[in-house]
């Protein structure tokens, strides 16, 4: 909720393998992160129970966010993969 105060964000993916290749990336290098996965299908808590799954395939979206003060480094790491 309020990651964008104290955090910035260096990827957002859609892959599992290439969230777990960033994230094996930022420990390796000794930088903190902190993952947070998004339904990208749901708007909103209400919208599904209103409609139902109907047939709906989910999509969640992985959002990787490092300290500010990493955020240089771990953009460069992220870019480099």
Do not use: W
């Not at 909720?1 to 990827?11: G, I, R, T």
């Not at 909103?44 to 989910?58: M, V």
């Amino acid at each position: 909720m309020f990651e964008q105060f104290f955090k910035s964000q260096v990827a957002a993916v859609s892959d599992p393998y290439q969230c777990n290749r960033i994230t094996d990336a930022l420990a390796a290098a000794g930088i903190k992160f902190y993952c947070k996965t998004k339904d990208v299908n749901r708007r909103n808590t209400f919208d599904q129970a209103r409609i139902g799954s109907l047939g709906i395939k989910p999509k969640y979206v992985t959002e990787i966010f490092v300290d500010k003060e990493n955020a240089g480094m771990a953009l460069h790491i992220v870019h480099s993969l």
